[in-house]
T-cell receptor
Framework: DSGVTQTPKHLITATGQRVTLRCSPRSGDLSVYWYQQSLDQGLQFLIQYYNGEERAKGNILERFSAQQFPDLHSELNLSSLELGDSALYFC??????????FGQGTRLTVV | GESVGLHLPTLSVQEGDNSIINCAYSNSASDYFIWYKQESGKGPQFIIDIRSNMDKRQGQRVTVLLNKTVKHLSLQIAATQPGDSAVYFCAENSGYSTLTFGKGTMLLVSP
């Protein structure tokens, strides 16, 4: 158990809908990362927050957004969902901007 | 753009053999590297890391070698066990940027 908690574990939704994925980092970790993993793309970095502020942005679509709250938990919001958004979404946390410990992921299926 | 890649998508070994998984990176500014193991249905799990001022680091049954001259990273697993079967990712970090992952190598260990 990495200490990073993600909810929900599974999510099935229809195209055009909006969902929110939640992540609780390891105790004391200030940095939170979001990654998308699909079969043909591997682990794609989406966005990073450090102590409530956006630190780095990767291949995140404009339909996606994230935030980190004062208690350091983070949410990833995915809107206007498309079939191609179906993937595993991982959150990872780190005490600094370097290594990362991953949660178990949220499997999103868009139908 | 800069990327991390793996030479072998699948590696099949016999139980008890030593395994070597290779990784090439292209960002010469990267100064920190991590190997992750991902089992089916789980999030990536930290195995071992190495900084660019080192060329070798050993853990329990695992060794990471870094060759900065040719920008190559390898993970050696001694006495491979069936429980080592998983997908292995290398990841690089260059300063404040986040971890960039390769596509992964699947290790299959047969008894």
């Amino acid at each position: 158990d990495s200490g990073v908690t993600q909810t929900p574990k599974h999510l099935i939704t229809a195209t055009g809908q909006r969902v929110t994925l939640r992540c609780s980092p390891r105790s004391g970790d200030l940095s939170v990362y979001w990654y998308q993993q699909s079969l043909d793309q591997g682990l794609q970095f989406l966005i990073q927050y450090y102590n409530g502020e956006e630190r780095a942005k990767g291949n995140i679509l404009e339909r996606f957004s994230a935030q980190q709250f004062p208690d350091l938990h983070s949410e990833l919001n995915l809107s206007s969902l498309e079939l191609g958004d179906s993937a595993l979404y991982f959150c990872a946390s780190s005490p600094w901007t370097g290594d990362a410990f991953f949660g178990q992921g949220t499997r999103l299926t868009v139908v | 753009g800069e990327s991390v890649g793996l030479h072998l998508p699948t590696l099949s070994v016999q139980e008890g053999d030593n395994s070597i998984i290779n990784c090439a990176y292209s960002n010469s500014a990267s100064d920190y590297f991590i190997w992750y193991k991902q089992e089916s249905g789980k999030g990536p799990q930290f195995i071992i890391d190495i900084r660019s001022n080192m060329d070798k680091r050993q853990g329990q049954r695992v060794t990471v070698l870094l060759n900065k001259t040719v920008k190559h990273l390898s993970l050696q697993i001694a006495a491979t066990q069936p429980g080592d079967s998983a997908v292995y990712f290398c990841a690089e970090n260059s300063g404040y940027s986040t971890l960039t992952f390769g596509k992964g190598t699947m290790l299959l260990v047969s008894p």
